[in-house]
Nanobody
Framework: QMRLMEFGGGLVQPGESLVLSCVASGFTLDRATMGWFRRAPAKEREAIFCVSPRDGTTLYSDSVKGRFTISRDFGTNTMSLHMNRLKPEDTAVYYC?????????????????WGQGTQVTVSS
């Protein structure tokens, strides 16, 4: 059974950093197209990142490019989102997701497995 679980959310001040982890089970990350999404209050779910196993292609949204990066540990089957220079507008529930196709896609409807989400709040 496929399962995703996110960890690492919390309250941080503007300018600080935070790392979110997504632990996968039931499949292996090295063969999976994975995405990170977030949903801010009163807003639609936003795609912020995708990585394809086909050639390691990564896509980032403009809102996080240059501040957020991802890493994958195939030994622990964990994908991490490294968030730097956080801003109040980064406040959201963050989700990792799995897409069965091997190509990246930056829309939530293209993903069919989701974690429960973890809250990130950026506030002074």
């Amino acid at each position: 059974q496929m399962r995703l679980m996110e960890f690492g959310g919390g309250l941080v001040q503007p300018g600080e950093s935070l790392v979110l982890s997504c632990v996968a089970s039931g499949f292996t990350l090295d063969r999976a197209t994975m995405g990170w999404f977030r949903r801010a209050p009163a807003k639609e779910r936003e795609a912020i990142f995708c990585v394809s196993p086909r050639d390691g292609t990564t896509l980032y949204s403009d809102s996080v490019k240059g501040r957020f990066t991802i890493s994958r540990d195939f030994g622990t089957n964990t994908m991490s989102l490294h968030m730097n220079r956080l801003k109040p507008e980064d406040t959201a529930v963050y989700y990792c997701a799995y897409r069965p196709d091997k190509n990246c896609h930056m829309h939530a409807t293209a993903y069919d497995q989701w974690g429960q989400g973890t809250q990130v709040t950026v506030s002074s």
